[in-house]
């Protein structure tokens, strides 16, 4: 890359479902969010096996039936149809795969069992980090999402799921699932200097994603345009 050019980079912290619920933070909202910043591609939670189905699927019939990517109202009813429109790229960035959920899934289940005072301390933050999120404002707003408070809370409330449990789920455990993410990010960031990137997942990764970036010196990390 030249010297002095940077990547502008902008983690969208999405809800998946609850877009489709929310008034404050309701698909239109998210549609204009990715319309403000115009970008050249959008980094997506959607495995890379799962990618090409889904874009072929919506280009022969409008509608997304693959499993994974149909769940994802971000993508099916507002990633898609703009792409049409916009021209930006859709990138899949999900280190998910079938294997590693069922994997996790099972080992959880099992963890429950013989490590129960475990999973009481694990919940327990969990919901502490629910309720603290509550306390800076409505946890669906984007205005809440989107700022360094509200990563804080999920960095606190995940680790004792990461920290006690790393040992027993492996690959799918928090830190873990988020160094696969990363990867396939980092590589799709690395792909296009000076372009303007876009990255959507769930929100409660973002503040794995924003500590990196801020480490790197070839990205000028935005921040995330809010409707008025």
């Known amino acids: 890359m030249a010297a002095g050019v940077q990547t502008e980079v902008a983690v969208i912290g999405t809800m998946h479902s609850g877009h489709r619920s929310s008034d404050v933070y309701s698909l239109a909202v998210l549609e204009q969010m990715i319309r403000d910043l115009d970008p050249n591609a959008v980094l997506v939670e959607i495995p890379p096996a799962r990618l090409a189905a889904a874009a072929a699927q919506f280009a022969a019939t409008g509608e997304i039936t693959e499993p994974r990517v149909r769940v994802f109202p971000e993508y099916t009813d507002v990633l898609f149809p703009l792409q049409a429109e916009l021209g930006f790229e ?14 996790r899934r099972a080992k959880m289940q099992v963890l429950r069992t013989e490590r129960p005072e475990e999973s009481t301390r694990i919940n327990e933050a969990q919901n502490a980090a629910g309720k603290a999120h509550a306390e800076l404002g409505d946890p669906n707003d984007p205005r809440v999402i989107h700022t360094v408070a509200y990563d804080e809370i999920v960095r606190t409330g995940m680790t004792p799921y990461d920290e006690l449990w790393n040992d027993g789920i492996g690959l799918g455990v928090w830190t873990n699932i988020n160094i696969a993410h990363w990867s396939l990010l980092e590589e799709a960031i690395d792909a296009r200097p000076g372009q303007r990137v876009v990255i959507t997942f769930g929100s409660w990764h973002k503040h794995w994603f924003n500590d990196r970036l801020r480490e790197r010196e070839d990205v000028r990390l935005l921040v995330v345009p809010m409707m008025k």
Request: charged share 20%; aromatic share 8%; proline share 0%.
């Open 90 to 103: 859709i990138v899949a960035c999900a280190g998910w795969t079938e294997e590693m959920n069922n994997e």
